[in-house]
C-alpha cells in the first residue's frame, strides 16, 4: 500500500529546480537523472513483469512466482535505505513536444487535470519500486498499489499548456506494509510585467 501527499506549484523565472532538502546528487541538472514521462510507465512494465500480450503474460506470471526467494524473511533482512535513494524527477514536456501536448488537453484547449493525476500515481508507484528494489534482481517480487492520496495542494489554479512541467518524488515513510510518497509538480511561469 502507498500513502501520497502532492503539492502542485508553479515557479517563477523558468526555474525547475526540486525543493529545498529534497535532491539528491549535484544541483546541475545536467548531472541529474530526470525521466521523460513516457519512460516511467515502460519502467514500471519492465519492474512488474507486465506485457502486451497473452503469451507473454503468462511467461511472466511464472517468472514471478520465482521472484518469492528474493523477498527478505524478516524486518532485519532488509537493507537501510535513505529518502534520497527513492528520489526521481520526470520531466513532462507540453511545452516543448507539441505532439505530446496534445494527450493532455480538453476541448478548451486547458490541461487534463485528470492525466495529470494519472502520471503522479505511475510516479508514485515508481518512487515505491524504487525505494525497495532489489539490486539483484530485474523485476520485483512486490506489488504495489496507491491506498489513497492524503492532501493536494493547488498553489495555482490552471496550468499552462505551453509550458514544461516537472514532477520530482520521494518516499517520506515506512512502515511494515505500507510507505508514504511525498510528490511535487512545478511549473514554470511566464510572468507578464505590468510595465512595458
Given at each position: 500500500?502507498?500513502?501520497?501527499?502532492?503539492?502542485?506549484?508553479?515557479?517563477?523565472?523558468?526555474?525547475?529546480?526540486?525543493?529545498?532538502?529534497?535532491?539528491?546528487?549535484?544541483?546541475?541538472?545536467?548531472?541529474?537523472?530526470v525521466?521523460?514521462?513516457?519512460?516511467?510507465?515502460?519502467?514500471?512494465?519492465?519492474?512488474?513483469?507486465?506485457?502486451?500480450?497473452?503469451?507473454d503474460?503468462?511467461?511472466?506470471?511464472?517468472?514471478?512466482?520465482?521472484?518469492?526467494?528474493?523477498?527478505?524473511?524478516?524486518?532485519?533482512?532488509?537493507?537501510?535505505?535513505?529518502?534520497?535513494?527513492?528520489?526521481?524527477?520526470?520531466?513532462?514536456?507540453?511545452?516543448?513536444?507539441?505532439?505530446l501536448?496534445?494527450?493532455?488537453?480538453?476541448?478548451?484547449?486547458?490541461?487534463?487535470?485528470?492525466?495529470?493525476?494519472?502520471?503522479?500515481d505511475?510516479?508514485?508507484?515508481?518512487?515505491?519500486?524504487?525505494?525497495?528494489?532489489?539490486?539483484?534482481?530485474?523485476?520485483s517480487?512486490?506489488?504495489?498499489?496507491?491506498?489513497?492520496?492524503?492532501k493536494?495542494?493547488?498553489?495555482?489554479?490552471?496550468?499552462?499548456?505551453?509550458?514544461?512541467?516537472?514532477?520530482?518524488g520521494?518516499?517520506?515513510?515506512?512502515?511494515?506494509?505500507?510507505?508514504?510518497?511525498?510528490?511535487?509538480?512545478?511549473?514554470?511561469?511566464?510572468?507578464?510585467?505590468?510595465?512595458?
Amino acid at each position: 500500500m502507498r500513502r501520497a501527499a502532492l503539492r502542485l506549484c508553479t515557479l517563477n523565472k523558468g526555474l525547475l529546480t526540486p525543493a529545498r532538502g529534497l535532491t539528491q546528487g549535484s544541483q546541475n541538472p545536467e548531472k541529474q537523472n530526470v525521466f521523460h514521462i513516457l519512460e516511467v510507465r515502460d519502467k514500471l512494465r519492465e519492474i512488474v513483469g507486465a506485457s502486451t500480450n497473452w503469451r507473454d503474460h503468462v511467461k511472466a506470471m511464472e517468472e514471478r512466482k520465482l521472484l518469492q526467494s528474493f523477498l527478505a524473511k524478516s524486518q532485519e533482512g532488509l537493507p537501510p535505505r535513505r529518502m534520497k535513494d527513492s528520489y526521481i524527477e520526470v520531466l513532462l514536456p507540453l511545452g516543448s513536444q507539441p505532439e505530446l501536448r496534445e494527450k493532455y488537453l480538453t476541448v478548451q484547449n486547458t490541461v487534463r487535470f485528470g492525466r495529470i493525476l494519472e502520471d503522479l500515481d505511475s510516479l508514485g508507484v515508481l518512487v515505491c519500486y524504487m525505494h525497495t528494489r532489489i539490486h539483484s534482481a530485474k523485476m520485483s517480487p512486490l506489488s504495489i498499489v496507491t491506498a489513497l492520496v492524503d492532501k493536494i495542494d493547488l498553489c495555482k489554479k490552471n496550468l499552462s499548456p505551453e509550458q514544461d512541467i516537472k514532477f520530482s518524488g520521494h518516499v517520506s515513510w515506512v512502515g511494515k506494509t505500507s510507505m508514504e510518497v511525498k510528490m511535487r509538480m512545478f511549473q514554470a511561469c511566464i510572468c507578464k510585467s505590468a510595465h512595458p
